[in-house]
C-alpha cells in the first residue's frame, strides 16, 4: 500500500444569482482561500454553464486515511460557513493506493 486519496465534491446552490460573473464572485474566493488554509488541491466539475449552481471538487493524498477524513470534514465545514450558496449534496471518498 502507497497511502490514500481523499476525494470531496459539493454541488452549491445559488437560485437567486442571475449571471456567471456574479457566481464566480461568490465561489472563487471560498476555492482560493481552500487552496491557502488546507493541503488540497480544487477544481470546479460541472455548472460551469449554469448561473445558480455548481459543483466542486477537493482532492488531497497522505499515507494517513485518517487525517484525510479530517481534513475533508474540515474543508466541508469551511465551505459551508464561508460562501453565500447552499451545499445541496456532499460526497467524501477515501481511496487507497495499491502498488
Do not use: C
Not at 480544487?42 to 459543483?55: C, F, K, P, Q, T
Amino acid at each position: 500500500m502507497l497511502g490514500y486519496i481523499g476525494v470531496y465534491t459539493a454541488r452549491l446552490e445559488m437560485p437567486w444569482v442571475d449571471n456567471l460573473k456574479e457566481k464566480r464572485a461568490l465561489v472563487r474566493p471560498v476555492t482560493e482561500r481552500l487552496k491557502a488554509r488546507f493541503p488540497v488541491s480544487v477544481a470546479r466539475l460541472d455548472g460551469l454553464d449554469a448561473h445558480d449552481w455548481e459543483v466542486i471538487g477537493v482532492v488531497s493524498i497522505s499515507a494517513d486515511a485518517t487525517w484525510l477524513e479530517g481534513v475533508l470534514q474540515d474543508v466541508s465545514k469551511f465551505i459551508v460557513k464561508n460562501g453565500e450558496y447552499t451545499v445541496l449534496d456532499e460526497t467524501f471518498e477515501i481511496l487507497e493506493l495499491e502498488n
